[in-house]
Nanobody, 124 residues
């Protein structure tokens, strides 16, 4: 059974930092892309950042570029999202996702595995 499990969410003040983790089990993800999406109340799910597992090539939404960093650890089969300079607008449920290459990174329909999500709340 393939599972993606997010952790690391919580409550933080504006300007603070959090590090999210996505632990994958059931298979390795070579030949896949993995990404972070987020969804705020009343909003559609939006792409945050993505990484191609084989090469480490990364992609970022304009709203987080320069503040967030996506990475992965091949040995641990784990993906991370380091979030710095957090803003109240970053408040959302953050989801880990994986899909086969090629991907249109911002499109959630291309991803066939999803985690349950972890809540990130940024206070003013």
């Amino acid at each position: 059974q393939v599972q993606l499990v997010e952790s690391g969410g919580g409550l933080v003040q504006a300007g603070g930092s959090l590090r999210l983790s996505c632990a994958a089990s059931g298979r390795t993800f070579r030949g896949y892309g993995m990404a972070w999406f987020r969804q705020a109340p009343g909003k559609e799910r939006e792409f945050v950042a993505g990484i191609r597992w084989n090469t480490g090539a990364t992609y970022y939404a304009d709203s987080v570029k320069g503040r967030f960093t996506i990475s992965r650890d091949n040995a641990l089969n784990t993906m991370y999202l380091q979030m710095n300079s957090l803003e109240p607008e970053d408040t959302a449920v953050y989801y880990c996702a994986a899909g086969p290459i090629p991907l249109q990174w911002p499109n959630p329909l291309g991803y066939n595995y999803w985690g349950q999500g972890t809540q990130v709340t940024v206070s003013s």
